[in-house]
């Protein structure tokens, strides 16, 4: 799917079915260097089971068009600017990272519109270290390399069979996904300019003051980009909330895709038309 929002066309990928007003709608926010594809298995899962689903390219991101933002603010307004061309009322948020931040944010701004939020390796703050901000400018494919080692672990690296898809290279994966989310767009570094939105973020605790919907996170005990002690703010902030802390580095779809689904599972249940079982 394809929708004008602030003049600007962005991309949400639906899980190959239509939009459907009557539906519950779930949106999944990627983080720095990804988009869509990272939610594959969430996203097709819960548009098979009663829900509308936008798995969305961030602006200047992949199939979005337009520069990319330049700040957790700006790119929950692209977040809420679709809900509204859609005309969606009720929402759940999904984010993963930077869109963990993102779907805080959104969350706080138009809390009667959002009516559950799940943080996935999320942390506030989620500071980058300058020597990362600047190699992402001066040498991106070390920096993505960088990046690659400290978001996977050997928990799932480590025994054959046991990451997220058997079979599969997950570093490979991941390293080409960012390679080419990098590369798709030419105009902007949407690497530099991710990881500044990220390190600039200063609000999490008063937005989830504002945030009156139940909070699920997602936390991987092996992370070490965003480690659930870096979570804790939020936590004890949070209203109504549940934690599930799984065996998985940062890349949490990738080595515990099962698990990220149950916890969505957990936080949506009820809510659909459809039974989504936890």
Known sequence: MKRTVNNEVLYAYTGGKDYNPDLPTMVFIHGVLNDHSVWALQSRYFANHGFNVLAIDLPGHGRSSGAPPASVAEAAASVLGLLDDLQVTEAVLVGHSWGSLIALHAASLDPQRVVQVVLVGTAFPMPVSPALLEMSVSAPDKAIDMVNTFSHSTLCAAVPGQGANVGSWTYGGARALMQHVLASNRSHNVFNIGFNACNSYATGLEDMARVSC?????????????????????????????VFTLPAGHSLMTEAPDGVLRAIQAAVKGMSQVRVSA
Request: zero cysteines.
């Open 214 to 242: 139940p909070v699920t996170f997602v936390l991987g005990s092996a992370d070490q980009m965003t480690p659930p002690k870096a979570a804790r703010s939020l936590i004890s902030a949070a209203g109504k909330s549940q």
